[in-house]
T-cell receptor, first 114, second 113 residues
Framework: DGGITQSPKYLFRKEGQNVTLSCEQN?????MYWYRQDPGQGLRLIYY???????QKGDIAEGYSVSREKKESFPLTVTSAQKNPTAFYLC?????????????FGPGTRLTVL | AQSVAQPEDQVNVAEGNPLTVKCTYS??????LFWYVQYPNRGLQFLLK??????LVKGSYGFEAEFNKSQTSFHLKKPSALVSDSALYFC???????????FGTGTRLTVIP
């Protein structure tokens, strides 16, 4: 999974709680991404960041928040406003903003709402 | 709107036979196209990409893909399938100058011993 770590691997949340998923990369990549994966729907982009202290909403940002205070870290917070948070969450990075560069993915965090 | 289509949810092939996983794209002009593979409970691994140039792209693990502009397709192929190729395969596209990838819904490949 190429220099990107995600923690925890499994996460259980009670309804109404906020949780934060960790993503760290040691590839010196500028761009980082968060995706959500649901069965039969492929990957959908939540947020992305092309540079420190800057990030943009993706296709399904509602109920999520991110920060990019350091180049190597891009944590994702799943808030209580996210109505259906149970999913597999994948973090990725690429060397720069140009999308001809392949993205490197972490191993994922599986979030389950109890 | 940009999108890629993977028309088959499931592909079964016998070990040793050639395999094809289909992908069509809809971006006009010259898209960037990618194939990724996902093993159970793991992240995605990059296999290959088409940016420009030769329409036949060779990638990891003996996979290749052919960019066909007239058919707007980018099918993934391998001459001889291995049981270890069994996984979920995703096609993705990006428009030049855009900020992110658009993924297909995935095709589950099962190689039967």
């Amino acid at each position: 999974d190429g220099g990107i770590t995600q923690s925890p691997k499994y996460l259980f949340r009670k309804e109404g709680q906020n949780v934060t998923l960790s993503c760290e990369q040691n590839l010196n990549h500028d761009a980082m991404y968060w995706y959500r994966q649901d069965p039969g729907q492929g990957l959908r982009l939540i947020y992305y960041s092309q540079i420190v202290n800057d990030f943009q909403k993706g296709d399904i940002a509602e109920g999520y928040s991110v920060s990019r205070e350091k180049k190597e870290s891009f944590p994702l917070t799943v808030t209580s406003a996210q109505k259906n948070p149970t999913a597999f969450y994948l973090c990725a990075s690429s060397s720069d903003r140009d999308t001809y560069n392949e993205q490197f993915f972490g191993p994922g965090t599986r979030l389950t709402v109890l | 709107a940009q999108s890629v289509a993977q028309p088959e949810d499931q592909v079964n092939v016998a070990e040793g036979n050639p395999l094809t996983v289909k992908c069509t794209y809809s971006v006009s002009g010259n898209p960037y196209l990618f194939w990724y593979v996902q093993y159970p409970n793991r992240g995605l691994q990059f296999l290959l990409k088409y940016i420009t140039g030769d329409n036949l792209v060779k990638g990891s693990y003996g996979f290749e893909a052919e960019f066909n502009k007239s058919q707007t397709s980018f099918h993934l192929k391998k001459p001889s399938a291995l049981v270890s190729d069994s996984a979920l395969y995703f096609c993705a596209e990006a428009r030049r100058g855009a900020n992110n990838l658009f993924f297909g819904t995935g095709t589950r490949l099962t190689v039967i011993p």
